[in-house]
């Protein structure tokens, strides 16, 4: 009996839900404005093991994304920083202590100004090894003063 990995059925279920809505309409915002801090979790598959952990990541007005990791999994924290294009296509870095993955795929800010993705990762030498999806919620900051 063959047993098959189950992240490409996983991932093909995602991508299909990104870009759907419900109803008549759609659930993602138009246009690339998603400027803001957002923070959540993150689940990285590669093969049959998966990672999951959280990040907090700000956009900003120039369409840069950078931010902090969190993974227990790895039981280190990294960094990620990256920039998001008008078509909402996302290039990232993302470090810890001794790797750094490349992160790259479409994001989309829902009505409930949630950012979500579904990414690829890249090794160094740019080949494709896994995915790394993304919910993340909007931070409210609040001014003191």
């Known amino acids: 009996m063959r047993v098959r990995p189950y992240w490409p059925v996983a991932v093909a279920v ?84 001794g790797e750094t993955v490349t992160l790259r795929g479409k994001i989309a800010k829902t009505t409930d100004d949630h950012l979500v993705g579904m990414l690829t990762q890249y090794d160094k030498e740019g080949h494709a090894f896994g995915s790394f999806s993304i919910d993340l919620s909007p931070v409210v900051v609040v001014e003191e003063g």
Not at 42 to 50: L, N, Q, T
């Open 14 to 97: 995602a991508l299909a839900s990104l870009g759907s809505g419900c109803g008549s309409g759609s659930n993602m915002v138009a246009g690339p404005d998603l400027k803001g801090s957002y923070a959540g979790p993150f689940v990285a598959v590669v093969g049959a093991v998966s990672q999951t952990g959280t990040m907090a990541v700000v956009v900003g007005p120039d369409s840069r994304l950078a931010g902090t990791v969190q993974n227990p999994s790895k039981a280190v924290d990294g960094t990620i920083a990256g920039e998001v294009d008008r078509g909402l296509g996302l290039e990232a870095a993302l470090s810890y202590p």
